[in-house]
């Protein structure tokens, strides 16, 4: 069976696309799904956090690529039949790359921090998905445990009917933590606030592009 592809893309630096791409691979590698991770963006985050994970101890169900993005497109045909599922990191402010992300994937997920800025930047890459006729889904990530900023910006998404993932992401330090050790936080923090939010949001993607009746689903 051909690999799912998601593609995780916001025009904005600083989103949080490379954490949601490393945690949500983690999460579903730690269900039993074969992930490939292919990390476009030029300052090789990703690639960076795998090296430490493959010195530590190394991971079978867990692959990571450092992609240029005129060969991306190559890559997705060469791994689509060996994983599960692909989960691209795009760069920001890259057009070209991203489209060939988001004209392969099953969906994209638009990480934002709940801020004005960051919801104007959303709209480049929506648009594009839109043109792409690829299916999107707004992360509210590095949410803070208090004030209202968050419940403001969410209902500006919601007037403007666009499509928002149920589940958050805080602002949690566990979830930097955990990659400094190679790890994703369902490994390094278990039973944590951070890990069950990484879980919550796996099912929901997992739903959204059918993993459902995969161990993804569990």
């Known amino acids: 069976m051909a690999a799912k592809v998601v593609a995780i893309a916001q025009q904005k630096g600083g989103a949080g696309k490379t954490t949601i791409a490393i945690q949500l691979g983690v999460a579903w590698a730690r269900q039993g799904l074969r992930v490939a991770l292919l990390d476009v963006d030029p300052q090789g985050s990703l690639a960076a956090w795998f090296a430490l994970r493959r010195e530590a101890a190394g991971d079978g169900a867990l692959h990571a690529s450092e992609v240029q993005g005129w060969k991306l497109a190559t890559e997705i045909d060469r791994l689509t039949g060996d994983y599960d599922l692909l989960l691209i990191d795009t760069p920001p402010h890259a057009e070209t790359d991203a489209r060939v992300a988001v004209r392969a994937a099953s969906l994209i997920l638009v990480p934002l921090q709940p801020s004005p800025m960051d919801l104007w930047a959303t709209k480049p890459t929506l648009t594009l998905a839109l043109r792409e006729k690829s299916r999107s889904l707004l992360v509210l990530n590095r949410v803070p445990s208090r004030g209202k900023l968050a419940e403001i910006i969410r209902d500006k998404i919601s007037a403007e009917g666009l499509p928002l993932a149920t589940q958050t992401l805080g602002n949690r330090s ?10 994703g936080v369902v490994e390094s923090h278990p039973r944590s ?12 993607v997992g739903g959204l592009i059918q993993l459902t009746g995969r161990r993804a689903a569990e």
């Not at 566990?174 to 790890?183: E, H, I, N, Q, R």
């Not at 606030?193 to 929901?204: C, D, N």
């Open 174 to 183: 566990a979830f930097a933590s955990s990659m400094l050790d190679g790890k």
């Open 193 to 204: 606030a951070a890990a069950e939010e990484v879980l919550a949001l796996a099912r929901e």
